[in-house]
């Protein structure tokens, strides 16, 4: 039972190069959530989806843009990296519309602009 | 603008004592409130959770408190282990789908 798997742990990129982060759920689960966390910052919400076919806007999205074509996957993408982007992000999914047991969260990327 | 504040960046306690993490939110709709542990180069894992219609919930070692007048939380860990050791990250929501997040509180038990 993987959970959420998020693909690459570690990146390197160059300001203003792109990339896509991806975040893989195997339990059936409708809504995911892509956070970033910096320290003394806590996890702030980037994007997230209620479902297949939907996004919505989090706290911080400028940026960032995501897909969720299947059920099971959820995109985020970095169209022109900044370094003010280098953070740790994960991924995280949660099954009922209350928030009553919590997500699922994913190791994280580890992502450096440079 | 930080609705969920944890304001002790780290704490330290005795392996067998109490550990008592606080965080206060000044959000009035937030509904559930949720404790997550995190290790490093991991993602946080789902702790306890308490709806605003309860002021206690209790799972093992781990008590939440919830104060609404205060707007206040506590996580209690009784007897602390050195496997407790981790990052804890206090969070809310209300029933928008919206959780914010404290910035954490790190935990040390020392044998």
């Known amino acids: 039972n993987a959970g959420v798997t998020q693909t690459p742990k570690f990146r390197v990129l160059k300001t203003g190069q792109s990339m896509t982060l991806l975040c893989a759920q195997d339990?059936?689960?409708?809504?995911m959530y892509w956070y970033r966390q910096d320290p003394g910052m806590g996890l702030r919400l980037i994007h997230y989806s209620v479902g297949e076919g939907t996004t919505a806007k989090g706290e911080v999205p400028d940026g960032y843009n995501v897909s969720r074509l299947k059920k099971q996957n959820f995109l985020l993408g970095l169209e022109s990296a900044a370094p003010s982007q280098t953070s740790v992000y994960f991924c995280?999914?949660?099954?009922?519309?209350?928030?009553?047991?919590?997500?699922?969260f994913g190791s994280g990327t580890r992502l450096t602009v440079v | 603008d930080q609705q969920v504040k944890q304001n002790s960046p780290s704490l330290s306690v005795q392996e067998g004592r109490i550990s008592i993490l606080n965080c206060d939110y000044t959000?009035?709709?937030?509904?559930?409130f949720l404790w997550y542990k995190k290790y490093p180069a991991e993602g946080p894992t789902f702790l306890i959770s308490?709806?605003?219609?309860?002021d206690k919930n209790e799972d093992g070692r781990f008590t939440v408190f919830l104060n609404k007048s205060a707007k206040h939380l506590s996580l209690h860990i009784v007897p602390s282990q050195p496997g407790d050791s981790a990052v804890y990250f206090c969070?809310?929501?209300?029933?928008?789908?919206?959780?914010?997040f404290g910035a954490g509180t790190r935990l040390t038990v020392k044998p």
């Open positions: 969070a809310a929501s209300a029933y928008n789908n919206d959780m914010r």
């Open positions: 308490i709806s605003s219609i309860k």
């Open positions: 995280a999914s949660r099954v009922d519309r209350t928030h009553l047991y919590g997500y699922t």
């Open positions: 959000n009035s709709m937030f509904d559930y």
């Open positions: 339990m059936n689960h409708e809504y």
